[in-house]
């Protein structure tokens, strides 16, 4: 029996995988979708509870075109799904006045005239009494950032590409994509499947498909008791604080869990997930407590619960939205990662279907194209 075919084969369904399955479907393509596990899940990196979202962009001015796309696909989202996913509380970017954090802030505010304000400490302090902030640090408040719901956001791209005609394949593990005459076999443990193009969304299992150069770094999450009043998310904006030493963390109001901080742990690198150690050690919850006590004081109550997230980096920790190199233009590559990657991954995956369908992406992806040297592409 032959394998039964499809347009496009989408491998892993996080977050750039979902919304990309859903543009796929919502054109009229005959679409596929597959995942090892069953999306929204917390085995990755779209999980626990919440993600910024912004537009004073520190990371660079090659994002604004996609950040400006993807909050009007949210709000489409919203629409079609019937359930909140974004809440534009602010945001405030917190650090040295030379930190890249605050100047890159500074910059891309003013290159895309979001709605954006430059604070000294006490500001930031009388207008929000939850945080303390060191007095020699500026904040830069984006009026148009707050937070997006991972789990809501998975689940509704999920549920209306299957609306649309997608069919999805949950906790079915692809063991291997191989070229076959013009379009490519994918297969799992209970079947094989043959499409024109595959698109690879596998996030921090991109690995075991294709060589790109990734590394996983581990980033904990806690969320903590407030033990006095300021942290509702009416009162309190998100927040990214870079440090003296460039060490960069982030925190959410009580959005009913109590209050989350994230931290990157910059020397916890791997090649792979199954490296990544899941348990939260003394020494995470005493780093991230420290976090707590020195920004947000009356936030520092009992730790409530823990978890470890996934941030899958390239090189140069940008996006990476093209063709596999080697491919034949048979497979797009969605690394849309790098710990920053939530927030524009609705018009990632409206790119990633236009490469799939060959159309051309309704945003320019030049700047996030592959540039790295070739070692080989591997279809494992």
Same mark, same amino acid.
């Given at each position: 029996?032959?394998?039964?075919?499809?347009?496009?084969?989408?491998?892993?369904?996080?977050?750039?995988?979902?919304?990309?399955?859903?543009?796929?479907?919502?054109?009229?393509?005959?679409?596929?979708?597959?995942?090892?596990?069953?999306?929204?899940?917390?085995?990755?990196?779209?999980?626990?509870?919440?993600?910024?979202?912004?537009?004073?962009?520190?990371?660079?001015?090659?994002?604004?075109?996609?950040?400006?796309?993807?909050?009007?696909?949210?709000?489409?989202?919203?629409?079609?799904?019937?359930?909140?996913?974004?809440?534009?509380?602010?945001?405030?970017?917190?650090?040295?006045?030379?930190?890249?954090?605050?100047?890159?802030?500074?910059?891309?505010?003013?290159?895309?005239?979001?709605?954006?304000?430059?604070?000294?400490?006490?500001?930031?302090?009388?207008?929000?009494?939850?945080?303390?902030?060191?007095?020699?640090?500026?904040?830069?408040?984006?009026?148009?950032?707050?937070?997006?719901?991972?789990?809501?956001?998975?689940?509704?791209?999920?549920?209306?590409?299957?609306?649309?005609?997608? %069919?999805?394949?949950?906790?079915?593990? *692809?063991?291997?994509? !191989? $070229? +076959?005459?013009? =379009?490519?076999?994918?297969? @799992?443990? #209970?079947?094989?499947?043959?499409?024109?193009?595959?698109?690879?969304?596998?996030?921090?299992?991109?690995?075991?498909?294709?060589?790109?150069?990734?590394?996983?770094?581990?980033?904990?999450?806690?969320?903590?008791?407030?033990?006095?009043?300021?942290?509702?998310?009416?009162?309190?904006?998100?927040?990214?604080?870079?440090?003296?030493?460039?060490?960069?963390?982030?925190?959410?109001?009580?959005?009913?869990?109590?209050?989350?901080?994230?931290?990157?742990?910059?020397?916890?690198?791997?090649?792979?997930?199954?490296?990544?150690?899941?348990?939260?050690?003394?020494?995470? %919850?005493?780093?991230?407590?420290?976090? *707590?006590?020195?920004? !947000? $004081? +009356?936030?520092? =109550?009992?730790?409530?619960? @823990?978890? #470890?997230?996934?941030?899958?980096?390239?090189?140069?920790?940008?996006?990476?939205?093209?063709?596999?190199?080697?491919?034949?233009?048979?497979?797009?590559?969605?690394?849309?990662?790098?710990?920053?990657?939530?927030?524009?991954?609705?018009?990632?995956?409206?790119?990633?279907?236009?490469?799939?369908?060959?159309?051309?992406?309704?945003?320019?992806?030049?700047?996030?194209?592959?540039?790295?040297?070739?070692?080989?592409?591997?279809?494992?």
């Amino acid at each position: 029996m032959s394998a039964r075919a499809f347009d496009v084969i989408v491998i892993g369904l996080g977050a750039a995988g979902s919304a990309t399955l859903y543009h796929l479907a919502r054109s009229g393509a005959r679409v596929l979708g597959l995942d090892r596990f069953a999306p929204p899940h917390p085995h990755g990196s779209t999980h626990s509870e919440s993600r910024i979202i912004r537009k004073a962009y520190f990371e660079g001015a090659q994002y604004l075109p996609l950040l400006t796309r993807a909050y009007e696909l949210w709000s489409e989202l919203e629409d079609d799904a019937g359930t909140e996913l974004v809440n534009l509380i602010g945001c405030l970017n917190i650090g040295p006045p030379e930190s890249h954090l605050v100047g890159g802030a500074v910059a891309s505010a003013d290159a895309i005239g979001a709605n954006c304000e430059v604070l000294e400490a006490g500001q930031v302090m009388t207008r929000f009494p939850g945080y303390r902030l060191p007095r020699d640090h500026l904040s830069v408040l984006d009026l148009e950032a707050g937070f997006i719901r991972p789990e809501r956001c998975i689940t509704a791209h999920l549920k209306l590409a299957r609306a649309h005609g997608a %069919e999805v394949r949950l906790d079915n593990p *692809v063991q291997s994509w !191989l $070229p +076959n005459g013009s =379009g490519v076999t994918v297969s @799992t443990r #209970v079947e094989s499947f043959a499409s024109h193009r595959v698109v690879l969304t596998a996030g921090a299992w991109m690995r075991d498909f294709a060589k790109v150069p990734l590394v996983i770094e581990r980033v904990t999450n806690s969320w903590f008791a407030p033990v006095g009043p300021g942290y509702k998310a009416s009162e309190c904006p998100v927040f990214i604080f870079e440090d003296a030493d460039g060490v960069r963390s982030y925190g959410f109001p009580d959005l009913g869990s109590g209050v989350k901080v994230g931290l990157h742990h910059q020397g916890s690198l791997h090649r792979h997930p199954d490296e990544v150690p899941r348990v939260i050690t003394p020494d995470d %919850e005493a780093q991230v407590r420290h976090v *707590v006590e020195r920004l !947000l $004081p +009356n936030a520092a =109550g009992i730790g409530l619960r @823990t978890s #470890v997230c996934l941030y899958s980096n390239t090189p140069d920790k940008d996006y990476l939205i093209d063709f596999l190199p080697q491919s034949d233009r048979r497979v797009v590559i969605g690394s849309a990662c790098s710990g920053h990657g939530f927030k524009a991954s609705s018009a990632v995956g409206e790119q990633l279907a236009a490469l799939a369908m060959e159309k051309i992406p309704k945003v320019d992806t030049t700047p996030f194209a592959w540039r790295w040297p070739l070692n080989g592409s591997a279809a494992a």
